[in-house]
């Protein structure tokens, strides 16, 4: 029988992503990797998870495998699945088995997202056995030294009911994200938009006075990638309001008078 | 009673005397009794002029006043007895066009209204109509140019998360009678403002407001005495709730004046600090500052004038001209002018405690030296100098915004006693910690407080759960139709001014536990649709507990059933579906075709379920809750009604909202607030603002009646939450109570579920009686007593019965 593995080049991070660490985080990741542990993201949308995992692949020079988490998440979305091609059966792999074939990083995005039944698969990956059995295929892969689990969550909007349970949460070491403080907020705006510092620096300031409003109306607070975008917005000449009401203002609320106060918040400063 | 008005009646028309008699006593029973004099006075008002009116007045009246809200009623007779003065011609077309306006305009522009309408009626009673009935041209004209600027109330949610996100504390705006102030907790703003006629109007409550908000972003309300110069003998001591402003204040010889020029300084320091963090808010400034300011008073005592001066130098106003004292004495503080914004609060403190002596000299030698605090006061106007009222005693007309820490309420006031004892605590400890401090560890502590009550009523409520058994039961025939047409069985009720529309009838059996049997047709229901424009109390509910509907909706979301259920015949699944590959491998070896669809895949079971919820809305919910105090049941009861609509409405599950009272048997009133084919929109949100505590509870028909509406639902499951607090009661007939009642209610419940209904009773009754037990029987029920805990349980029952 068949059996098909995507290609390594699929997942290897060409070039250098930009980061901007806050705090103490690439060291701790570069020895969680070391020691072969797994590591668990919290923190807000938007705050550079994503972006902090694929500069580390980079850094690292290990693939990057990413898988999304949704509801319907199986066990064998992650496994993998016997395809049937004309009068053949082909074993495809999926994304976390790739990711043990290569030792890759393989990076479960908002895990939460995944239901429990699901996430059971991972368990024997992430303590010290480090192997993947596939019942399917009979086999048990263990992992190689390179390969490393890392998953996110966001505990914003999460529910008391929409947790990790204790027995998949307690197999990761965690670091936790947060808005990046102002001036390196301005930074990195600055540096992904090339927008000047002046209207760069009113814009973090909407984006901090956004944030006072979370838990009181707003789920979340605006995100570093939204001030981003608003900001690339600008630099293609939008003019500063509309291109404000267009990153923040609808993204964030369907709510209209939530959506007026972001619209008086932006017009306190542009 | 005065016989005057009912001998007049008497000479105009007996009959008129009869009405008036009578409907006064229905009032006096159905309203209330100010309400019954004012009817009273009305009618005999009008009987001295004309009887015949006044019979026709004395007849119409109770039912249009129904329609009146209980606010407005004093209102409504005001205005008919202007009416009756002046235009007794028209009072007729009032009393039946009144109650329909008196909630859409303040007094003032109803009686503007009103007076328009009437200036029409001299020419065409017919126009008059249709103008205060709104439908003529003229009226929305009218109407448009009664409602200029902005109304407070429009824009105060906005205006609210508007001054969190500049301070981002829990700040909230209330509307302050004309005034702006805050008191650190509050921003108190204008009703409306009406300077501008156009987008000016709207830039000053926004101004007032960011300046309201600034006071707590820029730390007005962080004054520390201890960063202060003690005055010779110390501080006094801190009076029980008292701010530390207010404190300070008190140390002061005038303490109308300290409390001025402190404002004037910190304004300024506040209004620097904004327009530099605010570019936006600096250009609304110049827009809007000559009005915020107001017409510039003349003083002529010199401390006042010296004052004033202060305050047009630091606004950049026209200079008012002093002699040299008086501009020595305010020199100092000018110089301050351009650092302050780079000053903290206790720097300005500081300052004014440095020169005040100056400006109070001024005032001393006003009076000769005399101690201007003994017996000046009426003989010098010093700015807020009048201690009854030292915020209009200075610049009436000012809408600057202002500080007020006295305004707080009782439960800030305390939360700050509070917070200092933590401070004073702390420092005997030898830790130090700014009262600012404080205050958050305080707040931190009372939230710790909160989780931790909820977690315990959590706990007890699985628990409870885990005990009661959800299914089972015995039968009950339920071949029982409901009908229609019955007539009107009960009058001599005053009309109901929650209802809008009366709808049909229906007549149920009610069981008689004496006989052991049926009564057939014995109950009359007589279902009501709630009227709309209730806004207060949702928006209040929405407003304070946005967060918390929020936690909740998400709450409910993850209440997803957490079985699967297989869909074969895909492209594209997780196993391949042998049967289907074995078929397809047959049919292309027999035809050449075969199909691709040959996988199967488990998705997660969706969850289908209607839910219905009957509020008992006896008087006895009008009583405070056992655990708050302060709150009444049925308040808490509707606003937990509301937070777990808001989340049944998000997850997209089918809800009803009823409420039920009554009297006696031919009477049981089923209000609907929202039915299982309305919207979950703001007209049903203000009808549940409306649903209010009415008379007594016979629980076993409405409960008849919910159950009967929830079982025509097309739905897998169908819940019947049952919130009361406790004994069905009916004083309308001579034995619903007890055990009759009980067992009646014992039986409804049992019918609800040979209907296929899930009924579960939420009983508030803190004394947690013997008979719950019996009268609910294998329903699930529970009984709670901390009502605030109520969305929560009604979440866990929810998980229980809805999957």
């Known amino acids: 029988m068949k059996q098909l593995t995507p290609q390594l080049s699929d997942y290897t991070v060409p070039s250098e992503p930009f980061y901007r660490a806050i705090d103490d985080e690439v060291e701790l990741f570069t020895q969680a990797a070391n020691a072969r542990l797994p590591v668990l993201l919290k923190g807000p949308t938007g705050c550079g998870k994503t972006r902090f995992v694929a500069h580390m692949a980079w850094k690292l020079g290990r693939p990057l495998v990413t898988v999304a988490c949704h509801e319907d998440l199986s066990a064998s979305d992650l496994l993998g699945r016997y395809l049937l091609h004309g009068n053949e059966t082909v074993w495809v792999d999926g994304p976390l088995t790739t990711a043990v074939r290569h030792g890759a990083i393989v990076y479960l995005d908002e895990v939460v997202e995944a239901r429990k039944d699901t996430l059971v698969v991972i368990h024997p990956l992430t303590d010290d056995r480090r192997v993947l059995p596939i019942d399917r295929l009979a086999t048990v892969l263990t992992a190689p030294p390179e390969f490393m689990m890392v998953v996110s969550y966001n505990p914003g909007y999460q529910s008391v009911l929409k947790e990790l349970k204790p027995s998949t949460r307690q197999r990761f070491v965690s670091l936790e994200f947060r808005y990046p403080p102002p001036d390196l907020e301005r930074e990195i705006v600055a540096r992904e938009s090339g927008l000047d510092a002046e209207r760069t620096g009113r814009l973090v300031k909407v984006g901090e006075k956004i944030r006072n409003l979370t838990d009181r109306g707003l789920e979340e607070g605006v995100s570093t990638r939204l001030l981003v975008y608003c900001a690339k917005l600008l630099v293609h000449g939008v003019e500063a309001r509309s291109a404000c009401r267009a990153a923040f203002t609808r993204t964030l609320t369907d709510d209209r008078d939530l959506g007026r106060t972001i619209d008086e918040i932006v017009a306190d400063y542009f | 009673m005065d016989l005057g008005p009912a001998l007049h009646l008497l000479r105009a028309d007996a009959s008129a005397l009869r009405a008036w008699y009578r409907y006064r006593a229905a009032i006096r029973e159905g309203i209330g009794e100010p309400e019954a004099e004012a009817y009273g006075r009305l009618v005999a008002a009008v009987a001295r ?20 809200p209980a606010s407005r009623r004093a209102l409504y007779f005001a205005v008919l007895e202007e009416v009756a003065a002046d235009h007794p011609d028209a009072l007729g077309l009032l009393v039946r066009t009144l109650p329909d306006r008196v909630d859409e305009f303040d007094d003032e522009r109803l009686r503007s209204f009103v007076r328009q309408g009437l200036a029409l009626h001299r020419d065409s009673h017919q126009r008059a109509e249709s103008f205060l009935r709104r439908e003529s041209d003229a009226a929305r004209v009218a109407v448009e140019a009664l409602h200029t600027g902005v109304a407070l109330s429009d824009v105060s949610r906005l205006l609210t998360l508007y001054a969190r996100s500049h301070c981002g504390e829990d700040v909230q705006v209330r509307p302050g009678k004309g005034r702006a102030f805050s008191d650190g907790h509050h921003v108190y703003l204008p009703e409306r403002v009406d300077k501008f006629g156009d987008a000016r109007d709207f830039a000053l409550l926004r101004v007032l407001t960011a300046m309201g908000a600034g006071y707590l972003e820029f730390g007005t309300f962080d004054l520390d005495l201890a960063a202060l110069p003690a005055p010779p003998g110390g501080w006094s001591s801190p009076r029980e709730g008292e701010s530390e402003l207010e404190r300070w204040f008190r140390s002061f010889g005038n303490k109308s004046l300290a409390r001025e020029v402190f404002q004037l300084l910190e304004d300024a320091r506040v209004e620097a600090r904004i327009a530099e963090e605010y570019p936006g808010i600096a250009r609304d400034l110049r827009a809007v500052g000559d009005v915020m300011r107001g017409k510039r008073p003349e003083p002529t005592a010199p401390a006042a004038r010296a004052v004033e001066a202060l305050a047009r130098e630091l606004w950049h106003l026209d200079r008012l001209r002093l002699d040299a004292p008086g501009e020595a004495s305010i020199a100092p503080l000018l110089s301050l002018r351009s650092a302050l914004g780079h000053l903290d609060v206790n720097a300005v403190a500081r300052a004014v405690q440095d020169h005040y002596p100056g400006i109070e000299a001024l005032m001393l030698k006003a009076v000769d030296g005399k101690p201007p605090r003994s017996q000046g006061s009426d003989r010098i106007r010093m700015p807020g100098g009048d201690e009854a009222q030292p915020e209009t005693a200075f610049q009436p007309q000012e809408l600057g915004a202002r500080i007020d820490p006295e305004a707080a309420g009782a439960d800030e006031r305390r939360a700050e006693s509070e917070a200092r004892r933590l401070r004073d605590a702390a420092a005997e400890r030898g830790e130090s910690l700014t009262l600012a401090e404080a205050r958050e560890r305080r707040r931190e502590a009372e939230r710790r407080e909160h989780a931790l009550h909820d977690a315990t ?53 009610e069981w008689d536990a004496s006989i052991g049997d049926y009564k057939p047709r014995w109950v009359v229901v007589r279902e009501a649709r709630l009227r709309e424009g209730e806004r207060a109390f949702v928006d209040e509910v929405m407003e304070r507990e946005r967060h918390h509907i929020d936690r ?60 219905a919820f009957l509020l008992d809305m006896s008087s006895s919910t009008n009583e405070a809750t056992a655990a708050g105090g302060k709150r009444r049941v049925i308040d808490v009861e509707k606003e937990a009604l509301i937070l777990v609509a808001e989340a049944l409405h998000a997850i997209g599950d089918p809800f009803g909202i009823y409420g039920f009272s009554g009297y006696g048997r031919d009477h049981v009133a089923f209000y609907v607030a929202k039915d299982f084919r309305d919207g979950w929109d703001d007209r049903a949100r203000e009808r549940v603002g409306r649903m209010a505590f009415k008379m007594e509870n016979r629980d076993g028909a409405a409960i008849r009646h919910a159950s009967r509406k929830l079982a025509a639902q097309p739905a897998r499951s169908r819940i019947l939450f049952l919130l009361s607090d406790g004994k069905p009661l009916d004083c309308g007939c001579d034995h619903y109570y007890d055990r009759y009642a009980q067992e009646d209610t014992r039986m409804a419940l049992a019918e609800a579920r040979a209907l296929g209904v899930r009924p579960f009773c939420i009983t508030v009754d803190p004394t947690g009686p013997a008979y719950l037990k019996r009268m609910y029987g294998d329903v699930g029920y529970c009984v709670i007593d901390r009502v605030d805990a109520l969305p929560a349980q009604i979440v866990q029952v929810y998980r229980r019965l809805a999957l």
């Open chain 2, 49 to 68: 002029k004309d009887g015949e009116l006044a019979r026709i007045v004395a007849v119409s009246i109770p039912d249009n006043l129904a329609r009146v």
């Open chain 2, 552 to 611: 909740l909706r998400r709450t409910f979301e993850a209440l997803r059933p957490q079985g699967r259920v297989q869909v074969r015949g895909l492209t594209d699944g997780d196993e391949i579906d042998l049967d289907r590959a074995v078929q397809s491998v047959v049919e292309g070896k027999a035809t050449g075709q075969r199909s691709e669809r040959l996988y199967v895949r488990n998705l997660p079971e969706r969850r289908d379920v209607a839910v």
């Open chain 2, 457 to 509: 009523a959590f706990a007890q409520m699985e628990a409870m759960l885990d005990r009661q058994e959800l299914t089972g039961g015995a039968l009950v025939d339920p071949s029982q139709a409901p009908d229609s047409g019955v007539p009107a069985l009960a009058k001599g009720l005053p009309q109901d001014p929650d209802v809008a529309v009366s709808g049909r009838n229906f007549i149920y059996r």
